[in-house]
């Protein structure tokens, strides 16, 4: 008897995991940012442009590293600015935290508006 799970269901269980974790990344910065900040950019067309133009930086990033949109890309690129923002002392927003909803999106620090891209994107991609 043989204790071995096969290569083929290993790697199979391996990418649903991974896929797992970067939908659930990309909730959690749905409920941080995303939310808010698609709600923000629907009310007002200077917010809307600024995320407009952050999704198609975004799409050109991917499209330039040959990688489609879709979850995993976009959750390892959220990831890379969440991550960015951390070691410049930036920090994202508890999610659901009332300071976000009342923030003047116009003034958003980068990092806010290309996450909000990122979900705006997911969105339309229906990865989410």
Same mark, same amino acid.
């Given at each position: 008897?043989?204790?071995?799970?096969?290569?083929?269901?290993?790697?199979?269980?391996?990418?649903?995991?991974?896929?797992?974790?970067?939908?659930?990344?990309?909730?959690?910065?749905?409920?941080?940012?995303?939310?808010?900040?698609?709600?923000?950019?629907?009310?007002?067309?200077?917010? $809307?442009?600024?995320?407009?133009?952050?999704?198609?930086?975004?799409?050109?990033? &991917?499209?330039?590293?040959?990688?489609?949109?879709?979850?995993?890309?976009?959750?390892?690129?959220? !990831?890379?600015?969440?991550?960015?923002?951390? !070691?410049?002392?930036?920090? &994202?927003? %508890?999610?659901?935290?009332?300071?976000?909803?009342?923030? %003047?999106?116009?003034?958003?620090?980068?990092?806010? $508006?290309?996450?909000?891209?990122?979900?705006?994107?997911?969105?339309?991609?229906?990865?989410?």
């Amino acid at each position: 008897m043989n204790n071995e799970i096969p290569a083929v269901t290993a790697q199979g269980l391996d990418a649903e995991l991974l896929l797992n974790a970067d939908l659930l990344f990309l909730d959690e910065i749905m409920a941080r940012v995303g939310v808010d900040g698609i709600t923000a950019a629907y009310a007002n067309v200077g917010v $809307l442009a600024a995320v407009d133009q952050h999704a198609a930086a975004v799409r050109e990033s &991917l499209r330039g590293a040959a990688r489609a949109i879709d979850a995993p890309s976009l959750a390892a690129y959220g !990831r890379s600015i969440a991550a960015a923002a951390r !070691r410049a002392g930036r920090f &994202l927003p %508890d999610p659901g935290g009332a300071h976000v909803a009342a923030m %003047d999106w116009l003034a958003a620090d980068w990092h806010l $508006l290309r996450l909000v891209a990122v979900c705006l994107l997911a969105e339309d991609a229906a990865v989410m």
